[in-house]
């Protein structure tokens, strides 16, 4: 066993991990980061997920890092000779003119920004990365978590850490830890939110989807291999909503509720294949397939939930890849076609997209994580939209700027969905320290929010956000030697916290006037 020491242990190569362990090697600390998959980045490039933004993106409510990322990509693209933006679903450039996102980018051209933006540390010696590994076991004396034991293709490492950073998709490290946490939906008399069910129940998870990259050529090609679980999913209602899973429909906002989209728009329409397409033929001087990322309703898996349910992850995750092959399977072969015809065989699987050969993700798309119970806990009421002010939610303990809508998709349990929105609100720092360990911090979808909250959260510019204030307070308690629940318990110890995130370029309150203008003329 190879058994290593450092700063800062981060777990997990999610896009919260990239970020906690670039903002730590910035400010020089030694930092070991353990990685389970190809691609660094989580749902921006191993889970296929591009990324899922608020409407004030382009202008406000983002990180200085995540703007130069944003940034970059739109470069990456614009200085391809044969590119030619030609956006009409959404604002600024977007490669693949998607309307879901905002920046439909291929995930191996993020995934190569973020390696680019951890190498110089690499190079250095202050930053290492182990990859393909999967941590296994965690120990700890009393309230620190003394360090991880993760099985590498290398071997097992073990690494002992000051701070752990538990940058997993799942909570990994708390459970492994032995620290409590909060999972799926918390009851009504918990925290008095008003999406919330009377009992709270913790397999009632959001589903899981395996995402998958289809190419639409010119012509037929050959079809896929029937899916053993196709005979299953072609006859699959969605509980609830009552319609086929398998179909042009998707969950409305209202409960039951659901739209049809066409298959294939023109113009402005919405439609299902350009939801997350990543390469518009329009967009391109020369012929060029287009390519869109399946993270539709249709392959989300609610059968069963990820974590802690009666099956083991890896078996819920191959039953959500086999849902996943039988919607490919059936757009090529059944789907209804509006000439009456049935089937798309023109549909590829495109894994070269994804860095696969199966043309999945490498990757499960995870929404939702194991939770720690921490100082604080962000819940719907404290978000809860303010019936068409958007008055911003800027508290004076926050880390960051975040907006999402409460995106909730129909759960494992109960089969209920919901899209409730939010005003843009600010994180708590007490939201990063868990209530009963001193040097664990959580760095993606695992900080202490509600089940609700958590899908406001779960998304890419916040799940970023969340990684590098992770870093950044683990630095910041190794810098000061106080533990984070002491920076939180003093206003100026928070304040001297606060200017360090400032100076990191993460802006920590909205300009209301900002929101109340923009809003105004977007809506
Ligand atoms: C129960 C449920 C399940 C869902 N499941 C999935 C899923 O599995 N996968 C998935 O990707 N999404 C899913 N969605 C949809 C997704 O969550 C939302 O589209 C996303 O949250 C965007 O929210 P929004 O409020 O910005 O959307 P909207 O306000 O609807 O806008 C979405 C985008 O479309 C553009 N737009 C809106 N109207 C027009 C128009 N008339 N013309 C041109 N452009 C327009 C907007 O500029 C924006 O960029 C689901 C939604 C619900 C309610």
New binding site residues.
């Given amino acids: 066993m190879i058994e290593l020491q450092t700063d800062i242990a981060v777990i997990g190569g999610s896009l919260g991990g990239v970020m906690a362990a670039w903002q730590a090697c910035r400010a020089g600390r030694y930092v070991v980061l353990t990685h389970e998959h190809d691609w660094l980045g989580g749902q921006l490039t191993a889970q296929g997920v591009p990324p899922?933004e608020h409407?004030l993106i382009e202008t406000a409510g983002a990180s200085a890092s995540y703007r130069a990322f944003r940034a970059a990509m739109r470069q990456h693209y614009l200085d391809q000779p044969d590119f030619v933006d030609r956006t009409e679903?959404?604002e600024g450039t977007n490669p693949g003119d998607g309307?879901?996102s905002?920046l439909c980018i291929e995930p191996r051209v993020a995934a190569s920004y973020l390696q680019a933006l951890l190498q110089p540390f690499v190079d250095r010696g202050l930053l290492r990365i182990i990859r393909t590994a999967a941590v296994v076991s965690a120990w700890r004396q009393e309230r620190r978590v003394e360090g991880v034991v993760v099985r590498a293709a290398s071997g097992v490492v073990s690494i002992r850490a000051r701070y752990v950073i538990d940058a997993t998709d799942t909570g990994e490290v708390i459970a492994l830890a032995g620290l409590p946490y909060r999972l799926g939906k918390e009851a009504q008399s918990d925290f008095g939110e008003a999406d919330a069910p009377a009992l709270a129940q913790t397999a009632d998870q959001q589903p899981v989807?395996q995402v998958l990259a289809l190419r639409r050529e010119a012509s037929a090609g050959p079809l896929m291999a029937k899916p053993e679980a196709y005979d299953f999913w072609c006859r699959y209602l969605l509980p609830h909503y009552g319609y086929p899973l398998f179909s042009n429909r998707?969950?409305?906002?209202g409960r039951g509720s659901s739209i049809a989209l066409p298959w294939f728009g023109e113009g402005?329409t919405?439609d299902l294949w350009r939801?997350?397409r990543v390469v518009s033929a329009r967009n391109w001087r020369t012929p060029r397939a287009e390519v869109s990322l399946i993270?539709?309703?249709q392959n989300?898996y609610a059968l069963q939930p990820l974590l802690d349910g009666g099956l083991p992850e890896a078996e819920v995750v191959a039953h959500a890849r086999q849902l996943s092959l039988s919607f490919a399977y059936w757009l090529q072969t059944a789907a209804p076609r509006p000439d009456g015809g049935t089937g798309y065989p023109e549909l590829q699987l495109a894994g070269d997209v994804l860095g696969t050969s199966d043309g999945l993700a490498q990757q499960v798309y995870v929404r939702e994580s194991r939770r720690i119970v921490g100082l604080d806990c962000l819940n719907q009421t404290d978000i809860a939209y303010d019936g068409g002010l958007l008055t911003p939610v800027n508290r004076p303990d926050s880390v960051g700027t975040v907006w999402y809508?409460i995106?909730i998709?129909?759960t494992c349990v109960s089969g209920h969905?919901t899209?409730a929105r939010a005003r843009p609100f600010t994180l708590p720092l007490g939201s990063f320290i868990p209530a009963q360990c001193d040097n664990l911090i959580p760095a993606c979808k695992n900080i202490s929010v509600s089940h609700l909250v958590n899908a406001a959260t779960r998304v890419h510019p916040a799940e970023w956000l969340i990684g590098e204030v992770a870093g950044l307070l683990a630095v910041h308690a190794l810098d000061s030697g106080l533990q984070p629940a002491l920076i939180h318990a003093s206003d100026a110890r928070r304040a001297e916290f606060q200017s360090c995130l400032t100076a990191a370029g993460i802006p920590l309150a909205w300009d209301a006037a900002q929101v109340a203008t923009r809003t105004a003329s977007t809506h």
């Fill in positions: 899922d409407s679903m959404t309307w879901v905002r989807t998707i969950p409305g906002s402005q919405l939801y997350r993270n539709w309703a989300d809508n995106d998709h129909p969905g899209n």
